[in-house]
């Protein structure tokens, strides 16, 4: 029946697939980098450290591409998308998982760190989509993962400007699947909870189910093999939060404070 069928294209075999992770230094888009490469696929690696990418690159192989790149910079995304078609021919499957975190306060909020923030986390997967659906539409062919956060689920306290950054991110994943899924491009959303990085190194809160990344990338590899739309983890947290999204308001905002603890 269609109401069972996978949203996506499931990705199960790995072997000469043409992945390019942006954000693959450190944390998730590291670990998903060495597991896909593990399995067979071509990998090109793109962040702004080349020597962190190094490190990563030398944990995938040799098949492994190294691609530095800034991804506020649309012209670096277009240079990069070029030199892998070049190389490879085509892209198979792009990961856009670069970002940012600050634990802002509605009294700590500054021009600059509200642009950082949306720039590299809103602004710069725009621009990887930008750079990449003009080839998959071409080809009818292709799949876009974009990694949010279930910070976008609802409002949270610290977190005034990356949560809206990440719900941002829900709503254009959804409004890229209407548009590309009846082209035969997969759009894949990722919605890690607490993943063990070193962007939440900066907490200094109890971070509930954390996981590794190592665990993180597993559960994302499992939700491409379904073709879920949504790949949220751990699902003992993430479904909590998932569910909080109905209540009402006030319940809503009561629980969040007696959760958090934050005044």
């Given at each position: 029946?269609?109401?069972?069928?996978?949203?996506?294209?499931?990705?199960?075999?790995?072997?000469?697939?043409?992945?390019?992770?942006?954000?693959?230094?450190?944390?998730?888009?590291?670990?998903?980098?060495?597991?896909?490469?593990?399995?067979?696929?071509?990998?090109?690696?793109?962040?702004?450290?080349?020597?962190?990418?190094?490190?990563?690159?030398?944990?995938?192989?040799?098949?492994?591409?190294?691609?530095?790149?800034?991804?506020?910079?649309?012209?670096?995304?277009?240079?990069?998308?070029?030199?892998?078609?070049?190389?490879?021919?085509?892209?198979?499957?792009?990961?856009?998982?670069?970002?940012?975190?600050?634990?802002?306060?509605?009294?700590e909020l500054t021009d600059a760190g509200i642009r950082t923030t949306l720039e590299t986390n809103l602004v710069g997967v725009m621009?990887?989509?930008?750079?990449?659906?003009?080839?998959?539409?071409?080809?009818?062919?292709?799949?876009?993962?974009?990694?949010?956060s279930v910070a976008g689920y609802g409002g949270l306290p610290r977190s005034a400007v990356y949560g809206p950054s990440k719900a941002?991110?829900?709503?254009?994943?959804?409004?890229?699947?209407?548009?590309?899924?009846?082209?035969?491009?997969?759009?894949?959303?990722?919605?890690?909870?607490?993943?063990?990085?070193?962007?939440?190194?900066?907490?200094?809160?109890?971070?509930?189910?954390?996981?590794?990344?190592?665990?993180?990338?597993?559960?994302?590899?499992?939700?491409?093999?379904?073709?879920?739309?949504?790949?949220?983890?751990?699902?003992?947290?993430?479904?909590?939060?998932?569910?909080?999204?109905?209540?009402?308001?006030?319940?809503?905002?009561?629980?969040?404070?007696?959760?958090?603890?934050?005044?």
């Amino acid at each position: 029946m269609v109401f069972f069928k996978p949203l996506n294209k499931p990705l199960r075999d790995w072997r000469g697939q043409r992945v390019w992770i942006v954000g693959a230094s450190t944390g998730i888009g590291a670990a998903l980098a060495r597991q896909v490469a593990a399995q067979g696929a071509l990998v090109a690696l793109s962040a702004r450290s080349r020597e962190r990418l190094g490190e990563t690159a030398a944990a995938c192989g040799e098949a492994a591409l190294i691609e530095p790149m800034d991804v506020t910079r649309a012209a670096d995304y277009a240079r990069v998308r070029d030199s892998l078609v070049a190389r490879w021919g085509e892209i198979d499957l792009v990961v856009l998982n670069a970002g940012t975190y600050g634990a802002e306060r509605a009294w700590e909020l500054t021009d600059a760190g509200i642009r950082t923030t949306l720039e590299t986390n809103l602004v710069g997967v725009m621009n990887g989509v930008g750079a990449v659906t003009p080839l998959f539409c071409e080809r009818g062919a292709g799949a876009i993962a974009i990694v949010g956060s279930v910070a976008g689920y609802g409002g949270l306290p610290r977190s005034a400007v990356y949560g809206p950054s990440k719900a941002a991110l829900i709503n254009f994943a959804e409004s890229l699947y209407l548009d590309l899924g009846p082209r035969g491009i997969s759009v894949f959303l990722v919605s890690p909870g607490f993943v063990a990085t070193p962007l939440t190194e900066r907490n200094k809160f109890r971070m509930p189910a954390l996981i590794s990344a190592e665990q993180a990338a597993a559960a994302i590899v499992a939700g491409f093999a379904r073709g879920k739309f949504e790949i949220h983890f751990p699902k003992r947290f993430t479904c909590v939060l998932r569910a909080m999204r109905w209540l009402p308001r006030r319940t809503y905002f009561a629980l969040v404070r007696r959760l958090t603890g934050a005044q």
